[in-house]
Structure formats: C-alpha cells, structure tokens
Nanobody, 120 residues
C-alpha cells in the first residue's frame, strides 16, 4: 500500500507564490510518473503538471511559465512551485503517483487534496 502526504497550499494574494509538496511512502519499488491535478468548484479535475522518472515535464497551457514541477527520487517526493498566482488558480490540488510496489505490482495513488485560494 502506498500513501501520499501533501503539504503546502493555503491563501495567497494574486501575484504571490506557493509551493506544494507530496511525499509517497509505503511498499514502493519504483515511481514512474508524478502528477499534480486540480479541481475548481463546478469544474472537472484537470492536469496541472507531470514529471516522469526521467525528468520529462508536462504542463497545462494555463500554468506554463508560472509553475515548476520537480521531484526528489531519493525521497519519493514531488513539488509544485507556483509563481505569479492568479485567482483562476484557486482550486483543490491533488497529487497522483504511479509506479510499482515492492511486489512489482502497478499502483496508482491519490493524495487527499489541498486547497489553494488566490485572492484578487
């Protein structure tokens, strides 16, 4: 079983910055893709950014150039540095991790979500 613990989030003014962190723990053999999603009220969950084990990054157009995703493979952690935040970035942010357990079974785990609120 793999657990994800999120930290960061909160309330910030437009133009400000926040950093989200997500740490995976449990019976992990390897982690492939680590992804941040978000869901605003009344909207569908959307991909924000992802990073592969090889360091390839993918960003939503709406955050390109403002958000940076990074990972620490030794700590099974993924971070999302969010700069120049806008009110439309307000959402619950979720972490998703895909990989293999120590018994070499594929897994996909979701974090509980953390609220990010950007005031205008």
């Amino acid at each position: 079983q793999v657990q994800l613990v999120l930290s960061g989030g909160g309330l910030v003014q437009a133009g400000g910055s926040l950093t989200l962190s997500c740490e995976a723990s449990g019976s992990i053999f390897s982690i492939n893709v680590m992804t941040w999603y978000r869901q605003a009220p009344g909207k569908r969950r959307e991909l924000v950014a992802s990073i592969t084990s090889g360091g390839n990054r993918n960003y939503a157009d709406s955050v390109q150039g403002r958000f940076t995703i990074s990972r620490d493979n030794a700590k099974n952690t993924v971070n999302l540095q969010m700069n120049s935040l806008k009110p439309e970035d307000t959402a619950v942010y979720y972490c998703n991790v895909q990989g293999q357990t120590s018994s070499l079974r594929e897994f996909t785990s979701w974090g509980m979500g953390t609220q990010v609120t950007v005031s205008s």
